[in-house]
């Protein structure tokens, strides 16, 4: 596969992670509380999960999944109750884990946990593999070597991630570098919960894959 067909997988895998989403809106929540140092952990936690539900699509895990009704409902629901989990734990602690300064701001645990939030939540959602199951066999060239372009797929998707993971928590760090009043600072962060509470019930609701 040529230079042109990366770049238009590539150009393909980052204007779908551009879409807000859970993903996106941790590292967002993690940049805006607590600056975009700690965010670039979230960012490799988030590529992590993306480059592991690749592999799963290569390995014809997407198949399976798709396929049996229970397990694909099974996956779901447990990835949607995390997330209105988390929704829930942003909004309650909105007052407390928002920091305007660095005296002020509330211990928020090492590059693990970070890693850590990134990765479940991305992993949460099934419907990414059958997302890379679809579309990893557009890009495949017959005359090359499949393992090969396997994996260059699941690197460029790993960049992806990782890049845009980070673009958004930039920009929440850029929201907290305002210097906004605490207040509006909560607000922002509750309506990031809010919006993981309806990411959850949305995925939860969903009857198709």
């Given at each position: 596969m040529d230079m042109?067909?990366?770049l238009v997988f590539l150009a393909t895998v980052l204007g779908v992670s551009l879409i807000p989403g859970p993903s996106t809106l941790i590292a967002f929540a993690h940049g805006a509380a607590h600056g975009w140092g700690h965010s670039v952990f979230t960012a490799l936690g988030n590529s992590a999960a993306s480059m592991l539900q690749a592999v799963a699509a290569s390995a014809g895990l997407g198949i399976v999944i798709t396929s049996s009704a229970m397990l694909f409902l099974s996956i779901k629901y447990v990835g949607a109750a995390y997330l209105v989990y988390v929704g829930i734990r942003l909004w309650r602690s909105a007052a407390h884990r928002v920091a305007l300064d660095a005296e002020?701001?509330?211990?928020?645990?090492g590059p693990q946990r970070f890693f850590a939030g990134g990765?479940?939540?991305?992993?949460?959602?099934p419907k990414a593999i059958a997302f890379f199951t679809a579309l990893f066999p557009q890009f495949l060239s017959a005359d090359g070597n499949s393992w090969a372009q396997f994996s260059t797929m699941v690197l460029l998707v790993g960049l992806g991630a990782f890049s845009v993971a980070l673009l958004y928590g930039c920009v929440g760090a850029w929201v907290r570098g305002l210097?906004?009043?605490?207040?509006?600072?909560?607000?922002?962060?509750?309506?990031?919960g809010g919006m993981f509470?309806?990411?959850?019930?949305?995925?939860?609701?969903s009857r198709n894959v």
């Open positions: 042109h067909y990366w002020t701001e509330a211990p928020g645990g990765f479940t939540v991305a992993i949460s959602n210097e906004l009043s605490r207040t509006v600072m909560a607000r922002v962060y509750k309506a990031t509470v309806a990411s959850g019930l949305g995925l939860a609701a």
